[in-house]
């Protein structure tokens, strides 16, 4: 088995500089596992701690159910491709893609034989004899990956690997990696600042902020039952609706009150599990596609509307929130016209100010 | 480039030719007195080409001389020095780039201090060290004293051409299996290359060229570079041999043609290249 735990991980640089907090990670075997965040929030880190290119402050790593927090990355059964790909400059494809067999003792034939086999499987086939920097961007992420899987790893690490390449073609690997990891049967760890990618890709998925594990969950986990008010803010495009007020009663119903919205929360709403809600300082979050425009029970004054064609994102002024909602593409709105609409309160998360965390998320959905 | 005239072409051209032919006559001059026979030297008008060309000079030079003593030994001490300076200097220069230790950055300024000092005001403290240490008048003590002067500079400039290289590439090797030391010479010194030559060469002309060191350092005939041992030999207070140091001088100079020749297409490269792209 060879899936990968992180105990208790905590790396600083010199004493105020904390950049991975406290990180308990367990990775099943074969899972794709995306660790998402804010630039600087420790993701490289803990990849290169993974890899061993960078030492735990303190804390255990184990990969395949055995200790490596000592062991060299040499000796740790993995691969690692880099944000620069790191291709070695002077070394052509074939031999990019052969140096891992080599410093492994290989020998000769079998090594042909295997970097044959990388080559066809990615296509290299007509560049194995060129150099690094006759290749294209595209390109030479792929001798990255060929470098990566030739000799077989146990697991995978990969490091932005995308955020390299223009958009179309960052769409199209993203596609070919998510077929090669199911190929391989591999485990593979990856970073990414792209909440697309790792919404795409992923099995689940570990968003961090400022050193700190936020939430570990599959996509839909994420999407639908974000841990706390960074989650909520980080994930989807655009992003989620916030305001801040107070939890009331209306109707005998639990209800947010607060940015001139009232909005009362039906039953089941997980918000009843949280014990002493009453009267608590909160935030609401509501997802764009949760704010139906049309008719309802709130009245807004559009502001901007921005059609990308299959939908159009508007933003609006209601009460002293800015919401923004998505409509389908061709529905005639113009800035400055009022719309009525309504909110799916079923959905709606409600967060404590005072530390972010999700109000009755011990409850489920 | 940019675009030129005709007249502004012709006026670069013959500035620079005028430089060219400048440095060039001693060197040409140089090799034309070292095969004029002797008689010939001091003749009225002077000739410019050899009347009777002849190779005597460099016959006597090389049978009735010590040179080839001075010739081995200047070639002992610039390849040994050059082989010392280089290997310290690369693995210093990776050091200063890459490993974080207390007074790292101190100890590469001190570095460049070390190279400020006119190396005049250290010369007698290092021949009473050599004295002390019981390496004074050997071909290795001049070793172990330009290397003292050769290798600051080469710290300086190798670590330039380090820092340009992605630390990437090292953790890359590293992970694909290489120990550190492998790392560093699959990887990083290939793309350290054209500073590695060019350290070379700087310390291998340094070495061979030196005089001032060498005269002070060694007063033992048999361990006399050819910088020093050729003046010793063909000068004194009556006479100077003209023609067999024309002919000396000519020969001390090969190895730098020879040097320059081989290493200028990887000097030139590795500058023309800039920095190294991942
Ligand atoms: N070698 C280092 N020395 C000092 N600080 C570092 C070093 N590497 C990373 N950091 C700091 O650790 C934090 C996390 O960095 P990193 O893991 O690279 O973030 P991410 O990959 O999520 O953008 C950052 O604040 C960064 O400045
Ligand atoms: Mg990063």
């Not at chain 1, 059609?307 to 508007?314: M, N």
Request: hydrophobic letters at 50%; one cysteine or more.
């Amino acid at each position: 088995m060879a899936g990968v735990r992180l105990e208790k991980i905590h790396k600083s640089f010199g004493a105020d500089a904390v950049a991975v907090r406290a990180l308990d990670l367990e990775i099943a075997e074969r899972e794709f596992l995306s660790l998402l965040g804010p630039s600087g929030c420790g993701k490289t880190t803990t990849l290169r701690m993974l890899a061993g290119l960078e030492q735990p402050t303190s804390g255990r790593i184990f990969i395949g159910g055995r200790e490596v927090t000592e062991v060299a990355p040499g000796r740790r059964d993995i691969a690692m491709v880099f944000q620069s790909y790191a291709l070695y400059p002077h070394m052509t494809v074939g031999e990019n893609i052969a140096y891992p067999l080599k410093k492994r003792g290989v020998p000769s034939a079998e090594r042909k034989a295997m970097v044959a086999r990388t080559v066809d499987l990615l296509q290299l086939g007509p560049l194995v004899d060129r150099k690094p920097r006759q290749l294209s961007g595209g390109q030479q992420q792929r001798v990255a990956l060929g470098r990566a899987i030739v000799r077989d790893p146990a697991v995978f690490l990969l490091d932005e690997p995308l955020s390299n390449l223009d958009a179309k073609l960052r769409a199209h690997m993203r596609a070919e990696l998510i077929q090669l990891q199911k190929r391989l049967g591999k485990t593979m760890v990856y970073v990414t600042h792209d909440q697309l990618e790792a919404m795409t890709m992923s099995d689940r998925i570990a968003i961090m902020n400022k050193g700190e594990l936020q939430q570990l969950g599959t996509p839909d986990e994420i999407y639908r039952r974000p841990a706390n008010r960074f989650v909520a803010g980080f994930v989807g495009t655009p992003a989620m609706n916030f305001a801040t007020g107070r939890m009331t009663v209306a109707d005998g119903r639990p209800a947010f009150a607060g940015a001139g919205l009232t909005i009362p929360l039906p039953p089941g709403h997980p918000v009843e599990g949280e014990a002493g809600a009453g009267g608590r300082a909160v935030e609401i979050g509501i997802r764009p596609e949760d704010v139906v425009v049309g008719e309802g029970p709130f009245e807004g004054r559009i502001r901007v509307v921005e059609p990308t064609g299959h939908e159009t994102i508007v933003l609006f002024a209601a009460g002293e929130a800015d919401l923004v909602t998505r409509v389908p593409g061709g529905i005639a709105l113009k800035a400055g016209e009022a719309v009525r609409f309504r909110v799916r309160a079923e959905n709606a998360h409600l967060f404590d100010q005072a530390d972010g965390r999700r109000l009755g998320a011990a409850a489920g959905h | 480039m940019t675009r030129r005239g005709p007249v502004a072409q012709a006026i670069y051209s013959l500035f620079a030719w005028t430089v060219v032919l400048i440095v060039a006559f001693p060197l040409v001059w140089m090799v034309l007195t070292s095969l004029k026979p002797q008689f010939e030297l001091f003749t009225i008008p002077p000739t410019i080409l050899p009347q009777e060309p002849t190779l005597e000079h460099y016959a006597r030079l090389l049978n009735e001389t010590p040179f080839p003593l001075y010739f081995r030994n200047s070639a002992l001490i610039a390849v040994g020095t050059t082989m010392l300076v280089v290997v310290v200097a690369t693995l210093g220069a990776h050091s200063l780039v890459r490993f974080a230790y207390p007074g790292r950055r101190w100890l590469a300024q001190m570095v460049l201090f070390t190279y400020l000092l006119p190396s005049v005001v250290l010369i007698i403290p290092l021949y009473l060290l050599m004295v002390w240490v019981g390496v004074a008048n050997t071909l290795f003590s001049l070793v172990i004293a330009y290397t003292t002067f050769a290798l600051p500079f080469a710290l300086w400039l190798l670590r330039s051409f380090m820092a340009a290289i992605p630390d990437e590439l090292e953790h890359a090797a590293l992970v694909d299996g290489a120990t550190r030391m492998e790392a560093f010479v699959d990887v990083i010194l290939p793309q350290a290359l054209p500073g590695v030559i060019s350290t070379a060469l700087f310390t291998f002309i340094l070495a061979w060229n030196e005089y001032l060191y060498a005269l002070v350092l060694v007063n033992r005939d048999d361990a006399r570079p050819l910088t020093t041992g050729v003046i010793n030999m063909l000068t004194s207070a009556f006479n100077i041999e003209w023609s067999l140091l024309m002919a000396a001088s000519v020969m001390m100079s090969v190895p730098l043609i020879v040097a320059f020749a081989f290493l200028q297409k990887h000097l030139t490269r590795g500058f023309g290249a800039g920095g190294v792209k991942g």
